[in-house]
């Protein structure tokens, strides 16, 4: 019968060629069933992107639970706070680069990777189509698709010009490996065109005005780093041209470094004056051609026009194409980066995570789950709460989103929570009772006044962390749930995981002649010499491997002993 020989041939197949039959087709099937449970398949990852986040998710992931797939069109690992330095040759660019490979390699993953850039997400087919970066496959076709079962995008950023005409033709960016090197090359370039014979001195004067558009700790950084490429070992090489030199920022804000605290942003000042940096602080550029630059003072109005050698624009961090297209497809179309909720999940988008530059933690929520809150804890609906279980409220509150227990410390809610806290100490105050629209009123403008995350490498880093936290313990979590109760969805009970929470460890800004400014958890604040061999000793530790430690600490000590190659290869 034709159930006997279906039987037979298919176990024939798979006991690997040997003879077996059975009489019947119910014996057959039987026997069929495996005697080992087969394991269960694995869910599959896909990760776009190797940079902060990205790295930082797979470094932390136990791959051997998942199928993953990494999709990056760059086959390495780049340390962006060195980049500045490479700008100059301070620091070569193989240097600050990890292979992608060799860091799988070393942590004994299984992990497929694929050079090609993603050019569409497709949520609703749960697959990204991607495009080689290495040319094409047999078929001709570059083009291929992969399917997930959880994204994880970790796109980063590219740059933004505003639509200010004339960037994107003729100025350098600070983003990527390429463009330090593109830079470095340029310095040079400039230094030789202005020795060539015939060029007058205002032509020189031109060629060597270096302008910086972007106060910005990247901006700061790179005019720091050509201030000391200069002075250290420029004008030795081309002496007669030296009195032609010169830096500018252009900063639209009222100081540089802006995101710092104002000592530092005071001391970068005074330093880069003494230096001879100029810092147009005010102005916004609003045209770059080919020898001019002309920007609006923010105040008076009034335009001006410079003309300029070298321009870098570091004023700012845009979406990638692939990014906005997404955002298109989910109704973010408004926002500059995805927007993802607490736990990093992109907003109304089943298993697709976001982390890094490239999303943002959804704030606009932050009012109406507070509204929730107080509705549930009013069980008799009486329109009041005591003291007591207003405090519960606010660290509710902060355990849900720690944007709003920064903004609580240096905001006015610091008041109202020691207020509480003062009150509830004293067991008669403890009960007594407050009008919640009262308490809501003096939480009005959280939604306003809350800061987001910043986009840079810490919290990139933290975010991958995190996430990959979250992946390791998806099992275990189901059934031990460890965060904060649901407020909204039909599940009823706790969320599976505690919230994204940022821990804020520090930052730097090198400010050239072996000084730098940096400020430190619990407002510490240190500038100077001291802070430089600090800013030395941190980035040599945070190095992603010892190949690239040893390589960025004898670049530093090839520096100090024979200055920067100012070679145009
Ligand atoms: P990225 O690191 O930019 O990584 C994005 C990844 O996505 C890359 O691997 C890229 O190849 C890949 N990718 C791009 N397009 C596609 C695509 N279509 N498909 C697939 N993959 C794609 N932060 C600090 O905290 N401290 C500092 O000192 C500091 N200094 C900086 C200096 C410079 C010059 C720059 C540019 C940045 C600096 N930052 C610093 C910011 C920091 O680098 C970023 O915040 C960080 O890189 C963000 O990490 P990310 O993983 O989101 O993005």
Redesign the pocket.
């Known amino acids: 019968p034709a159930g006997v020989s279906t039987a037979a041939l298919l176990l024939t197949a798979a006991s690997g060629g040997g003879i077996v039959a059975y009489a019947d087709s119910s014996r057959a099937e039987e026997a069929s069933e495996p005697s080992e449970q087969v394991a269960p398949r694995k869910k599959k990852v896909v990760v776009?992107?190797?940079?902060?986040?990205?790295t930082s998710f797979l470094k932390n992931l136990d791959c051997s639970r998942y199928d993953v797939k990494v999709?990056?069109?760059?086959n390495y690992f780049a340390f962006?706070?060195l980049?500045?330095s490479v700008t100059c040759g301070t620091v070569e660019a193989r240097s600050i680069v990890e292979p992608i490979r060799r860091m799988f390699e070393k942590k004994k993953k299984d992990v497929t990777y694929y050079e090609a850039?993603?050019?569409k997400i497709d949520a609703t087919k749960k697959a990204v189509h991607c495009r080689s970066a290495v040319g094409t496959n047999l078929d001709g076709n570059g083009d291929f698709l992969v399917d997930y079962d959880y994204l994880v995008v970790?796109?980063?950023?590219t740059v933004n010009t505003f639509n200010t005409p004339g960037v994107m033709e003729h100025c350098y960016f600070?983003?990527e490996v390429e463009d330090a090197q593109k830079i470095r090359r340029s310095v040079v370039d400039c230094f030789e065109k202005a020795s060539l014979p015939n060029i007058s001195e205002e032509e020189k004067r031109k060629i060597l005005h270096f302008v910086i558009i972007g106060g910005g700790?990247?901006g700061v950084e790179f005019a720091a780093e050509l201030h000391d490429f200069l002075v250290e070992d420029l004008v030795k090489i081309y002496p007669a041209i030296q009195e032609f030199v010169k830096i500018t920022i252009i900063q639209s804000g009222e100081h540089i470094l802006n995101m710092f605290d104002q000592r530092i942003a005071e001391f970068a000042e005074t330093k880069f004056l003494r230096d001879g940096i100029e810092v147009c602080t005010g102005f916004r550029v609003v045209n770059v051609s080919d020898d001019l630059i002309t920007m609006k003072s923010k105040s008076a109005g009034s335009e001006i026009s410079v003309p300029y050698g070298m321009a870098v624009w570091s004023a700012g961090i845009g979406t990638?194409p692939?990014t906005v297209d997404f955002m298109h497809q989910i109704g973010q179309a408004k926002r500059r980066s995805l927007e993802t909720n607490e736990w990093l999940r992109v907003r109304e988008c089943d298993s697709v995570y976001a982390i890094?530059?490239?999303a943002s933690i959804s704030q606009r929520k932050i009012m109406e789950d507070i509204s929730t809150i107080f509705k549930i804890a009013d069980k008799d609906n009486s329109g009041t709460l005591t003291l007591k279980e207003i405090y519960d409220i606010l660290e509710d509150i902060c355990i849900r989103y720690p944007q709003v227990e920064l903004y609580m410390k240096s905001m006015h809610m610091l008041d109202i929570a020691q207020l509480i806290e003062s009150a509830i100490g004293d067991s008669h105050k403890e009960s007594m009772v407050v009008d919640i629209e009262e308490f809501k009123k003096a939480l009005g403008h959280v939604d306003s006044q809350v800061k987001s995350v910043p986009?840079?490498?810490?919290v990139?880093a933290q975010q991958g962390y995190y996430l990959a936290d979250c992946f390791n313990k998806m099992d275990y979590c189901k059934d031990h749930p460890e965060g904060p109760l649901r407020m909204t969805g039909s599940a009823a009970g706790h969320h599976n995981f505690r919230p994204f929470r940022y821990k804020h460890l520090g930052?730097?800004a090198p400010l050239g002649g072996e000084q730098a400014a940096a400020e430190l958890p619990g407002d510490w604040v240190s500038m100077g010499h001291s802070t430089q061999w600090l800013w030395y000793s941190v980035y040599a530790s945070k190095q992603v491997s010892w190949r690239t430690r040893v390589l960025v600490v004898s670049d530093w000590t090839r520096r100090f002993i024979f200055g920067r190659d100012s070679s145009r290869i």
């Open positions: 776009l992107g190797t940079g902060w986040a990205g999709i990056s069109p760059r962006t706070p980049l500045p850039e993603c050019f970790a796109l980063g950023a600070l983003k700790p990247t990638r692939v890094g530059d490239c986009a840079t490498a810490q990139a930052q730097f």
